[in-house]
């Protein structure tokens, strides 16, 4: 992979990539910001997408078309689903499902999938897998559940039961959606800001810089084990 695209949610979520990328160049598009530069070898283009599986889908159709990106990686913050994953811990997706969309839409209609879920990109997956092994942050990898609620109490059982994700976002499967559909591999990483335990929007809100900042520096491992 020459070009990859790193897709964020929020402005937080994007700032320390910023750190990273050398040099780089602003392009406006559909009211977002694209910044093209580079991280070691990589040709990188990096945007923050604003919240909701319908802005994640403009922001990675642009990448796609706009800058040809070769894959995608989204990094930011997701809430804990199952009890064993704590605050801080980062969830790289294995899986991505909607929790919010009726079982047959996606089977019955565009874009016929075989069953409701989106696979991560092999090889960024392979290159995560390694840099787990090498990292002392704790790393999980697995499902990953999309819907456009922030979940507390109300539906955590229902989502938990009928998937079993280790975390829930209002994007990841959005944007693996775009991919798939664009045959551009993705990948999703993660770190928790909230969970059953340390529930509620004070939790993400007091945990979202740190857990960014988290996300990044594991996305920048990654993608140097990419470069090999």
Not at 35 to 46: D, N, T, W
Request: aromatic share 8%.
């Amino acid at each position: 992979m020459k070009k990859i695209g790193i897709l964020c949610a929020s402005d937080t979520e994007l700032a320390p990539f910023l750190r990273y990328i050398h040099s780089p160049q602003i392009t406006e598009k559909a009211m977002l910001k694209f910044y093209s530069g580079s991280i070691g070898q990589l040709e990188i283009v990096a945007v923050y997408s604003g919240v909701c599986k319908v802005n994640a889908a403009i922001a990675v159709q642009l990448l796609i078309d706009i800058f040809n990106v070769d894959g995608i990686i989204n990094a930011g913050t997701a809430g804990g689903m199952d009890e064993n994953v704590r605050l801080f811990d980062t969830v790289i997706s294995e899986r991505m499902v909607y929790h919010d969309v009726a079982e047959d839409i996606l089977t019955e209609f565009h874009p016929w999938l075989k069953n409701n879920y989106f696979e991560a990109g092999r090889e960024m997956l392979a290159a995560a897998r390694r840099y787990s092994q090498q990292t002392a942050y704790p790393v999980l990898f697995g499902m990953m559940a999309t819907g456009e609620q922030f979940i507390e109490d109300e539906k955590r059982n229902e989502i938990n039961q009928k998937y079993a994700p280790l975390s829930v976002d209002m994007e990841t499967a959005g944007a693996a959606h775009v991919c798939y559909v664009n045959h551009v591999p993705f990948l999703s990483v993660r770190t928790i800001t909230d969970t059953a335990a340390h529930k509620g929007i004070e939790n993400f809100e007091r945990n979202c810089e740190i857990a960014s900042e988290r996300s990044a520096e594991i996305v920048i491992g990654i993608l140097e084990i990419l470069e090999i």
